[in-house]
């Protein structure tokens, strides 16, 4: 079935910093990327994600590339900040029903 | 965000109780999924519903038990369950059942099974 492999399991970057998360999928059908930021304690929520004829997609701080050539996404944060300090969770579509997620990125951010 | 609400917040059951998890959706939306989320698999798949029809199961034990009276509630009846079945239960739904569109997810239910 579907696989979402997610790297790397943790990342601790400085204030300012930039921080990049790479996701790999095996399902060449898949037509949808999502990216979403659970803080401490809540419910994870949607921050971008990118469909399969967009090679890149930004929103202020973030942006999310897709290579389907080599079924990998990208998640890249720029002038990181405190408030980024999550675990961040990619996805894709499992069986065009719903999604599947890797197991996630525990970002850390220092000031 | 209160558009998918969860209760309870908290439950702790012994192996042999029976309970269940509640899940109601205020968006309008077709859709309503079960993830369990810990440790060793976070935001893993179990149960996808569309306009109340059962449409994945994702190799789930029948110890749990899913289910969808109408498009806005969501019940996740629970029995028999082991100590490893405890994790953060969460609900979600979508405008639709493609999977390709953004999931609200609620605060979810934290189970400790003694």
């Known amino acids: 079935g579907e696989n979402v492999e997610q790297h790397p399991s943790t990342l601790s970057v400085q204030e300012g910093d930039s921080a990049v998360i790479k996701c790999t999928y095996s399902?060449?059908?898949?037509?949808?990327f999502p990216w979403y930021k659970q803080e401490l304690g809540k419910r994870p929520q949607l921050i971008i994600d990118?469909?399969?004829?967009?090679g890149e997609k930004k929103d202020q701080r973030i942006a999310v590339t897709l290579n389907k050539t080599a079924k990998h996404f990208s998640l890249h944060i720029t002038e990181t900040q405190p408030e980024d300090s999550a675990v961040y969770f990619c996805?894709?579509?499992?069986?065009?029903?719903?999604?599947?997620f890797g197991k996630g990125t525990t970002l850390s951010v220092s000031s | 965000e209160t558009g998918v609400t969860q209760t309870p917040r908290h439950l702790v059951m012994g192996m042999t109780n029976k309970k269940s998890l509640k899940c109601e959706q205020h968006?309008?939306?077709?859709?309503m999924y079960w993830y369990k989320q810990s440790a060793k698999k976070p935001l893993e798949l179990m149960f996808v519903?569309?306009?109340?029809?059962?449409?994945e199961n994702n190799s789930v034990p029948s110890r749990f038990s899913p289910e969808c009276p109408n498009s806005s509630h969501l019940f996740l009846h629970l029995h028999t369950l082991q100590p490893e079945d405890s994790a953060l239960y969460l609900c979600?739904?979508?405008?639709?059942?493609?999977?390709?569109?953004?999931?609200?997810f609620g605060s979810g239910t934290q189970l400790s099974v003694l």
């Open positions: 979600a739904s979508s405008q639709a059942v493609q999977g390709n569109g953004k999931l609200f």
């Open positions: 399902d060449s059908a898949s037509n949808y």
């Open positions: 990118i469909r399969s004829n967009v």
């Open positions: 996805a894709t579509v499992h069986a065009g029903t719903a999604l599947i």
């Open positions: 968006l309008g939306h077709n859709a």
């Open positions: 519903y569309s306009l109340e029809e059962r449409v």
